[in-house]
């Protein structure tokens, strides 16, 4: 059976790779609210209401598990999802424990979308991971435009390097020494933000998903062969907008994917 994951464009493609690099044989549906992207500027009741209509898309697909491949979504949407969706349902948020772990100047950069910044989710993780970590110091910043670079392709071109250079070096200049890649468009930005950050430890979340689905499903199926790897599993892609161009996008930011 499918796994049905979803986000608000190409940038869950990033937690994609993680499934897949960890469940091979899984089959994926995948939706981009290509349409309505970006999310990150949108009002809460906006994102709410987008994500439940992309989610019950994807549930049409009989999906055995939902993703929410976005920080921005999780944060506004998912108890709401969870609330309704017949299947277990996973989401990402930002990495700020693994960053606590990571740093060693006790100074954290949290990349992430303004609306995933403003949420009370985030407020919350803020908290509890403060209260795990006092000595460490989280230093948010909404990083603007880089959503778009990833939607128009611009991954590693001398714009978007300028780009990420100006959001990145205010973090550095506070002795941030990790970065914390809280929307999961960013991902396929790290040649740049390395580039902007030499040396700094860079916090992604699409593998902590990956694990979590495959727990989620071990627990949610009876039959060990449903998880069983094969190796031609797919990935088919669906959007709000031109499913052309997200296909074209999906081939140049996941070539392995086919
Ligand atoms: N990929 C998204 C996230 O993880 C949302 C980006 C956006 O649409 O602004 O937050």
């Known amino acids: 059976m499918t796994i049905g994951v979803f986000d608000s464009g190409a940038g869950g493609l990033s937690v ?31 994102i709410l209401d987008r994500t439940r209509l992309c989610c019950a898309r994807l549930l049409e697909h009989d999906v055995r598990a939902l993703v929410i491949a ?7 949407a998912i108890d709401a999802v969870r609330a309704w969706a017949p299947v277990p349902v996973v989401g ?14 006790g100074v954290v950069g949290v990349l992430a979308t303004a609306a995933t910044l403003a949420s009370r989710r985030y407020a919350e993780l803020l908290r509890r991971t403060r209260a795990e970590a006092p000595g460490v110091r989280f230093i948010e910043h909404a990083a603007q ?6 939607e128009s392709g611009q991954t590693d071109t001398p714009d978007a390097r300028e780009t990420i250079r100006a959001s990145v070096a205010p973090l550095l200049r506070e002795g941030a020494d990790t970065l914390v890649l809280g929307c999961t468009h960013y991902p396929f930005l790290r040649s740049a933000i390395e580039a902007a950050a030499p040396g700094v430890a860079i916090v992604e979340t699409g593998p902590a998903i990956a694990r979590e689905l495959a727990r989620r499903l071990r627990i949610a199926t009876s039959n060990p ?3 069983a790897a094969s190796p031609a599993a797919r990935l088919r892609l ?5 499913v052309d161009r997200l296909a074209a996008l999906a081939a140049r930011l996941l070539p392995e994917a086919g």
């Open 16 to 46: 994609v790779a993680a499934i897949r690099a960890s469940l091979p044989g899984q089959e994926i549906v995948y939706f981009a609210d290509t349409a309505f992207v970006p999310y990150g500027s949108r009002s809460d009741g906006e």
């Open 70 to 76: 976005c920080n921005t979504a999780t944060a506004n």
């Open 92 to 105: 990402v948020e930002p990495g700020l424990r693994p960053g606590a772990a990571a740093t060693r100047s």
């Open 145 to 150: 435009g880089w959503v778009e670079l990833v």
């Open 225 to 227: 062969r449903d998880s």
């Open 238 to 242: 669906e959007s709000s907008g031109d």
